[in-house]
């Protein structure tokens, strides 16, 4: 837990000029972590949330939180600063006694002040923070002091936002900056032979730079747009070594038991020793398949770095900025206090991006030309070609009924790893995930990470389905090797696990001609979970009769087994030419204590965005001579063209605690816009994506 | 390009005029970005296919990663710093604020845009059209709900 390894008041609050600093190790990824901390301190201190910040998020002094992922921050970070904050309340009022007499009840904490009702001693809250001990620890059992009703802070940033005055780190400008491009390998099993040296003279002669070390090289000057011009030459000027090519394998194939590495995964957490043989006979088996997807940030990832010779100075929107300055300090052979990285945004990210690789090439260059500030961004392609991709995976479901119920249920989940981040770890793990170290002079090879055994984490998380069958064999199959470097997206393998639950479970009702939402629930043994399914089927009969040609689909999950449960119920058409059109949605989320409703609610609508992008869209395409999905027509994404009504249902569980909900819905939309495909012209499409040509072939092979 | 005359671009940005140092060939983001320091205007793609730069020229929401600045010698452009100088912009500003019709924001700036030019030209769109009009700009944090709400929002109040 955060606070275990933070355990005093200081290092999550601080008073700072007239306003209360909240520091965190947890940084704004468009999920709004920092208006959930101000809104929990804001509640506990009736503070005003104008005199509420929350703290640069820097190496050396923000806690170390790790990466932000895994819908954690407000478990973590949430947490510990909800507990500094409610002993902050207990201890001032202790203060106030001390200096002004009376009992603890008889002081008021009010709209930043703490006052004593018919007196007129009113101190201000924020000088008496200044007053307490540094050392005080946090009481991690101090009840909460939640009131009832308290304004709900607007977004932070969200004015700056509308008005193009929001900083990302891409619109960094300081003096004497220079601005650099890298120039990408046509693929990444190509090597750097030659760059023509009159081209290389023509661009030094305008009095830009050029940084090669080994295959990794980089063009930089003081004007932008002469970089972006200087890097499509001198890209052309490169000869390179194809070294046979990008592998053009068939996936689907290599997703198979004779290829992995397998571990049987009970209640979630693989277990080594012999996996159990697959059920006999199953009524109900299916394949279901998710190829390589990319996090396709808005933004492609920018960096900035300087080098002052003794120091090295980063701005990053990396998710993790101490491991990532562990792994660039290993990388070039200095300490970690010599670099200090502060995080500065970029756009969403949904996991782990170009962004630490970007910071490690923008240092590389920082470093090439030491007190110049270093703005490096990587173009449109850089980003699609060359961020870690989500890995493909394929999920094998096998069932046994009887009476109309499961009785037997296997699941079989394929894939590399999700775990791709630059974190430290034995043979040097975190500069061997950073892209550039496999290009350099003195390369490194791609990491083969160990496996991930840890619970619901990684390929594994949500294969264990939330039902009670009595009898359950669910196996994490890891097959490496494949061609492409793979790591964390949003949701991990819940994606594919739900899609392919949630699609068999659909599957089965309809063979045993049982009603969706029923038939789950009778294998449900989670209250929370029939309650979120029975609002799901309450709004569903508020809807009425379905109007011709559309189809509807419901799925249920609880993000990794004890996150926020989530059921979606999506309505489609397809059109003459094999379009999928979204026309409806809702979603019901049970999130326990709910402390942002609007964040809330925009991370499940944003879930569900990006899963139906993924459902219908999404697949990164490539042959010998590199990846083909290159830009946005290449590897067309959703627009504003297939937005549903999308309806979010909050269930009020104030009672129970805060948890994690980033990551929530994108598994049930894909499979309830599956399920609804089905209802819809009864084609069962078990490959993502929908597309048209997908659903054209489905019709073909019935 | 002109090397053996001198030709100069010049540009009323935001209601000021501004005579153009950047070369010729420079795209118009690259221009207002790095020249006039308006980091508003977002560079998504150099490819004219996901929105993050629009602009408005002469009433129109218009990509500026990829035409040469010398083409709008001349032209009336307003990005997002000065949107507010008219009431439907700062109508927009404000129903994306009040719908909180952003995640990350940084397709928000070419969002706004987009809507403010929509509205001038078509008061009350009806939600294909508003679609319509926004199909050229990506938006990955999944935002699209809230900033139809908000553009809806915008036509009403």
Known sequence: MSFEAYPLVSDWLNAHDDRLLIHTGKVDIGQRISTALIRIVQEELSLPPSRLDIAPVRTGHAPDEGITSGSNSIEQSGRAVAAAAATVRATILDLAVSRHGGAAADWKIDDGFVHRPGTNLRLDLIDLIRDLPPDLPIDPGRPRHVPEQAPLPAMRGIDDMVQGSFTFV????????????????????????????????????????????????????????DVVKAATSLGLACTWDQGGGLPETDISAQLAPENAERFRVVDGTPQNGSVPAPLDAPDMSARFERPYQIHGALAPSAALAEWTGDTLLLRSHSQGIYPLRAAIADSLGLTTSQVEITHVPGSGCYGHNGADDAAFEAALIAMARPNTPILLKWSREDEHVWEPFAPAMAVQVDAKLADGRIIAFSAEAYSDTHRGRPRPGPNRAGPAKLLANRFRAIAMDAYVSPPNMGTHAGMHRNLDPAYAFPDKRLVKNLVRGLPHRTSAMRCLGAVANVFAIESSMDEIARQADADPIAFRQAHLDDPRACAVLHELDRRIQARGQLRDGIGRGIAYAQYKNVMTRVGVAVEVAVTDTAEVRLDHAIIVADAGRVIDPLGLTAQLEGGFMQAASWALCEEVRWDRDGIMSRDWDSYPVIRFDNVPVIDVVLLNTSDQPSVGAGEASPGPTVAAIANAIYDCIGLRLRRMPFTADALTQAALEI | MGACHAVSVSLTINGTRHDIASDLDTPLVYVLRDELKLKGTKFGCGLEQCGACAVMVEGKAVLSCVTPVEVFDGKEITTIEGIAETEIGQRVQRAFVEETAAQCGYCTPGLVVAAVALLENTPTPDSETTKRALTPHLCRCGSHPRVLKAIKRATTT
């Open chain 1, 170 to 225: 891409h619109d960094l400008d300081l003096p004497s900056m220079w601005h650099a491009r890298r120039i990408s390998p046509p693929h990444a099993k190509a090597t750097l032979r030659d760059i023509d040296q009159t081209k290389i003279e023509n661009i030094e002669a305008k009095g830009l730079q050029i940084i090669r070390d080994g295959s990794f090289v980089a063009v930089a000057g003081a004007g932008e747009w």
